[in-house]
């Protein structure tokens, strides 16, 4: 059975930075897409980032595009998503997800796994 669990989250004031982890059980974290969301309250679930198996391929939404780095290590199952010049409107829940196999989607419905989400809150 997979299962995520993320962590990392806090308040923080603008300008400042987290550092998301996200650690995945079972065996197949390394051959599965992983991808961060979020969800602020209010609004829909959104997509934040996406990386391969292989870690060579990432996407960004261009919110947050030269502010968040995703980033995995197979070796330890784990998913992290650096975030720096954090804003008050990237107050959310953010969820780390797994993908269907052989897919780097950038939908929340093309996910199978899912965390239970940690929450970020950045003060104005």
């Known amino acids: 059975q997979t299962q995520l669990l993320e962590s990392g989250g806090g308040v923080v004031q603008a300008g400042g930075s987290l550092r998301l982890s996200c650690t995945v059980s079972?065996?197949?974290?390394?051959?599965?897409?992983m991808a961060w969301f979020r969800q602020a309250p209010g609004k829909e679930r959104e997509f934040v980032a996406v990386?391969?198996?292989?870690?060579?391929?990432?996407t960004y939404a261009d919110s947050v595009k030269g502010r968040f780095t995703i980033s995995r290590d197979n070796a330890n199952s784990t998913l992290y998503l650096q975030m720096n010049n954090l804003k008050p409107e990237d107050t959310a829940v953010y969820y780390c997800?797994?993908?269907?196999?052989?897919?780097?989607?950038?939908?929340?419905?093309?996910?199978?796994?899912w965390g239970r989400g940690t929450q970020v809150t950045v003060s104005s």
């Open positions: 990386i391969a198996w292989t870690g060579t391929h990432i």
């Open positions: 079972g065996r197949t974290f390394s051959s599965y897409a």
């Open positions: 997800a797994r993908a269907g196999w052989n897919t780097i989607p950038t939908q929340a419905q093309k996910y199978d796994y």
